[in-house]
């Protein structure tokens, strides 16, 4: 969702995440970064018209066990665009993951607007940690 409050833009962004458990303790958090402006990571921004805005998605797995199937989903959103072509960063994600971007129209492009889903292949080891970002323009 994007609110407008003194000609700035405020996002609001839904996630869905689904994996394969047998116990609790997986933690997910969403941060925003003003790439344009260099501001702080932060989970809400400020930002204009013609700003780049990074979005980044972490999975923790602090639970007893293993996770697997992990498929995050999300959407471009409204008033904005891909700034980038979504990769799967082997830097944010451990060696035991693999990813595959998806997009609702089969479309990973910059201009984009749409559904993205990564599903990560492999498993989470307890402790661990993986990251999928995405970057947007706004319109």
Known sequence: MLVFIRKFLFFISIISISYSSYSSGITFTETVKNITQGGEVSTSIEAIPG???????????????????????????????????????????????????????????????????????????????ARVSYQVIIK
């Not at 780049?52 to 199937?69: A, G, M, P, T």
């Not at 904005?80 to 089969?106: F, K, M, N, Y």
């Open 51 to 129: 700003d780049v805005i990074e979005y980044n998605i972490d999975v923790l797995n602090s639970s007893e066990s293993v996770i697997s199937n992990i498929h995050i989903s999300t959407s471009v959103p409204q008033f904005t665009a891909l700034a980038t072509i979504i990769t799967c960063d082997d830097h944010h994600l451990p060696s035991a993951l693999r990813c595959q971007v998806i997009t609702s129209e089969g479309i990973n492009q910059l201009g984009y607007q749409g559904t993205i889903a990564w599903q990560l292949f492999g498993k989470l080891d307890v402790g661990s940690r």
